[in-house]
């Protein structure tokens, strides 16, 4: 037997996993109900976020940071044109998720919860600067995204807590490229490569790269990125930084690849994306 | 909603129809609609959201059926196969699958019928490369994709 529940606030879905600790929460269900498909999960509880309307829709706010409800299915972030600039990485990274009906029911909260480290958002948010809000018995508090993907299917969440809204920086003057090596449209990422890069008349003023499905969770190095703040982006520079991501990640051999090859081909990537980014930024397209 | 030991009677709208089911919070709606009601027209092929065979409407929208708990879906309308035509009357888009040859064994048609009928409502003159993104959640094994998307890119009048 297992227990549906509906309720209607954050509150009342915290109180839920008070009464029943070993329930599993449940935003697009896509996951959850296909692990309990396969009885990789038998919840003795469903607690259903979906009758939570604070959590559904996205919300930019006067700071100019933008709010993204945990249950905002990726067919909305992904059509979201009010996130731009350096925002826009997140809406480019769900439009490459899965297929139409899978975006329909699908969530960012989910997404980031469930942390499959071969998913889209977790690099798309770490080159964000974006913060995970979560809310809990014990209230609520933010996570940095870079500290909130932790280990292979692993997240900073505390047994209880559950992601209530995921919040980006504002970074109107930089843009974004997304790039997903995929062996057939649609299906999870070989290796992905979020960028962000901000140009002040041809130097590079901001630069955020991190490398998804190469390890347990997203890679990014800031202190090589610094490096390369200031100066015009130029073809050594880039490769430098994109061979000490290569050398930073924890690739894995799987059905979709081998871990030399994922090596092989995230420079080109992180070259590819940050060349497509800076092109944005700097107006050709 | 909730009754004794986790049953739940759950209110579904299906094809415009109220039906009262009682469901463990865990029954799918895929499981509800063939093994309850008997609408088998939604297929079970893999079970785990990949196929697209059990591919329904919510409020309009293409979602797996065998993802979604029957729960959750009370109070969103859902159409089926079954739902599409009243008698033997055939949408345009079943007709240009017909007339395209696009069925052959007919596992994965409602569901590629129910995720075209979406996309038209949508984008009532979709291109080639429109329909195949469209299209790209259901698997098909027998016909190589082409007559499908060819009846679809016909059902909506372009080119
Ligand atoms: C066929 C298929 C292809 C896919 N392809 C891709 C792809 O290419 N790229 C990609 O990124 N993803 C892909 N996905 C994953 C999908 O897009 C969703 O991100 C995923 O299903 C999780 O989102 P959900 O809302 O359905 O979560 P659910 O299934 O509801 O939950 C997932 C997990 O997180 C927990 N949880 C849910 N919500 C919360 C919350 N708010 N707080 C705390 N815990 C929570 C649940 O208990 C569960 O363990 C694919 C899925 C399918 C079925
Ligand atoms: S049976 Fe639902 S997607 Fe395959
Ligand atoms: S017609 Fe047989 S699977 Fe498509």
Redesign the interface.
């Known amino acids: ?6 309720p209607r606030t954050v509150a009342e879905a915290v109180a839920c996993f008070r009464d029943h600790p070993e329930a599993r929460c ?1 935003s ?3 996951t959850l ?2 692990m ?3 009885g990789l999960a ?2 003795p ?2 607690v ?1 976020l ?1 009758r939570i309307a604070e959590l559904v829709g996205i919300a930019p706010a006067a700071d100019g940071w933008t709010k993204i409800g945990g249950m905002t299915p990726h ?1 909305v972030t992904a059509a979201e044109t009010r996130l731009a600039g350096g925002q826009a990485i997140v809406r480019l990274a769900a439009g490459r998720i ?5 975006r ?2 699908g969530t960012i909260g989910g997404s980031i919860s469930f942390s499959d480290p071969a998913a889209d958002y977790p690099a798309a948010l770490v080159a964000a600067d974006a913060e995970i809000e979560v809310v809990g018995s014990g209230g609520g508090r933010r996570i940095a995204a870079q500290d909130f993907f932790v280990d292979w299917y692993t997240t900073a969440l505390e047994p209880g807590e559950i992601v209530v809204a995921v919040h980006l920086p504002p970074a109107p003057r930089a843009a974004a490229a997304y790039e997903k090596l995929v062996k057939t ?2 299906d999870m990422g070989i290796a992905t490569v979020a960028a962000v890069v901000e140009m002040d008349r041809g130097a590079c003023s901001d630069l955020r790269v991190a490398v998804g499905a190469c390890g347990p969770h997203p890679v990014r190095l800031r202190e090589s990125e610094s490096d390369l703040i200031g100066g015009r982006l130029d073809a050594d520079a880039v490769a430098r930084l994109a061979s000490r991501l290569a050398e930073a990640l924890d690739p894995v051999d799987d059905v979709r690849a081998s871990s030399d090859y994922r090596r092989k081909v995230v420079p080109r990537m992180v070259a590819r994306a940050i060349a497509t980014a800076r092109a944005r930024a700097e107006g050709e397209q | ?2 009754g004794d ?4 009677t759950v209110a579904l709208r299906i094809n415009g129809v109220e039906h009262s089911v009682a469901a ?3 029954r ?1 709606l895929l499981e509800v609609l063939r093994d309850e009601l008997g609408l088998t027209g939604a297929k079970r092929g893999c ?3 990949v196929c ?1 065979a059990c ?1 329904v409407l ?1 409020d309009g ?4 059926a ?4 029957a ?2 879906c009370a109070g969103h309308e859902i159409t089926t196969v079954e739902g599409l035509t009243e008698g033997n009357e055939l949408t345009p888009v079943q007709q240009a699958f017909v007339e395209h040859g696009a069925v052959q064994c007919g596992f994965c048609t409602p569901g590629m019928v129910l ?1 075209a009928t979406a996309l038209l409502k949508e984008n009532p003159k979709p291109n080639v490369a429109e329909v195949r ?2 299209l ?3 698997l098909c094994r027998c016909s190589g994709y082409r007559k499908i998307v060819d009846a679809v890119v016909a059902a909506g009048g372009a080119r």
């Open positions: 037997m297992t227990l549906f529940l509906e449940m697009g269900g896509a109900v296909a309990m498909n396969a038998d919840p509880a469903v259903s979906r067919r899965a297929n139409p009906p899978v329909n029911m449209e649609g | 909603m909730r030991e986790g049953m739940t463990d919070g865990r799918t079970n785990q959201g697209g591919t919510l929208r293409p979602v797996r065998c993802l979604s708990l729960a959750a995720t993104t469209a790209s959640g259901n």
